[in-house]
């Protein structure tokens, strides 16, 4: 069963521009919420992540919201670039050894 | 280049064959897992490896498929009589202990003819 939802499934935004992706959990047991960025032949990288105990992280152009109460989490990317053009996933972990289940993925195009 | 390293990057083979990948997880981690991604989708969990053991299997890990890490460093999946379905990405990741996030490697595409 799909344990995290991700939205939109494909986003297309002018360069400097704000994406946003949203994401949805129902399980409340994961540890900490982090997004992964994908490009064409490579696995997913690390971009970002926060833990359940903060409401906002930001890095440079990324920033992460945390909604606790409405089980929701959204990744911003601001001043988004052509480079940005990628697939963007949720993710959330959980267990002892960190089992990660992943969102289905939101195809980012930034046109310039 | 201290990353998660998998071999091959890309694997051809005909239906019925078995095929066999290698991930070479970042030295000083001790979990490993295996994931599958299909196209469009986000990464399904397989397998987990703390040092040499296996502790968890997914269902989608078929009697097909087997996976070992003999001395807790790097890790092997085979796919024996290999099946249209499972044309996939294979991803390996890694990570230490704790809440420290995975680092993945870019996979190794298998395409059945």
């Known amino acids: 069963q799909q344990q995290v939802k991700q939205s939109p499934q494909s986003l297309i935004v002018q360069k400097g521009g704000i994406s946003i992706i949203n994401c949805a959990y129902e399980n409340t047991a994961f540890d900490y919420f982090p997004w992964y960025q994908q490009f064409p032949g490579k696995g997913p990288a690390l971009l970002i992540a926060?833990?359940?105990?903060?409401s906002e992280k930001k890095e440079g152009r990324f920033t992460i919201s945390f909604n606790k109460s409405a089980k929701q989490f959204s990744l911003h990317i601001m001043d988004s670039q052509p480079g940005d053009s990628a697939t963007y996933f949720c993710a959330a972990p959980r267990g002892g050894y960190q089992k990660v289940t992943f969102g289905t993925g939101t195809k980012l195009q930034v046109i310039p | 280049d201290t990353g998660v390293s998998q071999d091959p990057r890309h694997k051809i083979t005909k239906r019925g064959q078995n095929v066999t990948f290698r991930c070479d997880p970042i030295?000083?981690?001790?979990?490993l897992y295996w994931y599958r991604q299909t196209l469009g989708q986000g990464p399904e969990f397989l397998t987990y490896?703390?040092?040499?053991?296996?502790?968890?299997k997914s269902r989608l890990l078929s009697d097909r498929f087997s996976a070992e890490r003999p001395k807790g460093s790097f890790s092997t999946l085979e796919i024996q009589r290999t099946e249209q379905g499972d044309s996939a990405m294979y991803l390996c990741?890694?990570?230490?202990?704790?809440?420290?996030?995975?680092?993945f490697g870019d996979g190794t595409r298998l395409s059945i003819l």
């Open positions: 030295s000083e981690h001790n979990r």
């Open positions: 490896f703390q040092n040499e053991a296996q502790l968890e």
């Open positions: 926060i833990r359940p105990d903060v």
């Open positions: 990741a890694s990570s230490s202990q704790g809440l420290e996030p995975q680092h």
